[in-house]
Nanobody, 131 residues
Framework: QVQLVESGGGLVQPGGSLRLSCAAS????????IGWLRQAPGKEREGVSC????????YYADSVKGRFTISRDNAKNAAYLQMNSLKPEDTAVYYC????????????????????????WGQGTQVTVSS
């Protein structure tokens, strides 16, 4: 059974950090592009980050660049999103998504937006940034 399970969300104060995890089962993560996207109440889904497992390239939305880091651990068949310097506007449900490789030769913003069309989703994990 193909499954993605996110974890690591929670309540954190502004300026704090969280590390989201995405555990995969039933398939091998390294055969896919890995993305994280988020959806805040009343807002459209937003691509956050993407990682090409074929060459390790990483891509970020301008809103999180320099604060978030996407990574993977092939041995654990898991992906991660380290989130530092969190802001109230980062509050959202975060989803781990998978897409096809190779990624097209487009700019960073376009790559991140591609995650919105990726087909495999987890159930999401809530991140709330509030004092």
């Amino acid at each position: 059974q193909v499954q993605l399970v996110e974890s690591g969300g929670g309540l954190v104060q502004p300026g704090g950090s969280l590390r989201l995890s995405c555990a995969a089962s039933g398939f091998t993560l390294e055969n896919f592009a890995i993305g994280w996207l988020r959806q805040a109440p009343g807002k459209e889904r937003e691509g956050v980050s993407c990682l090409s497992t074929s060459d390790g390239s990483t891509y970020y939305a301008d809103s999180v660049k320099g604060r978030f880091t996407i990574s993977r651990d092939n041995a654990k068949n898991a992906a991660y999103l380290q989130m530092n310097s969190l802001k109230p506007e980062d509050t959202a449900v975060y989803y781990c998504v998978l897409g096809p490789l190779p990624l097209p030769p487009v700019n960073e913003a376009a790559i991140v937006n591609l995650t919105l069309g990726f087909g495999s989703w987890g159930q999401g994990t809530q991140v709330t940034v509030s004092s």
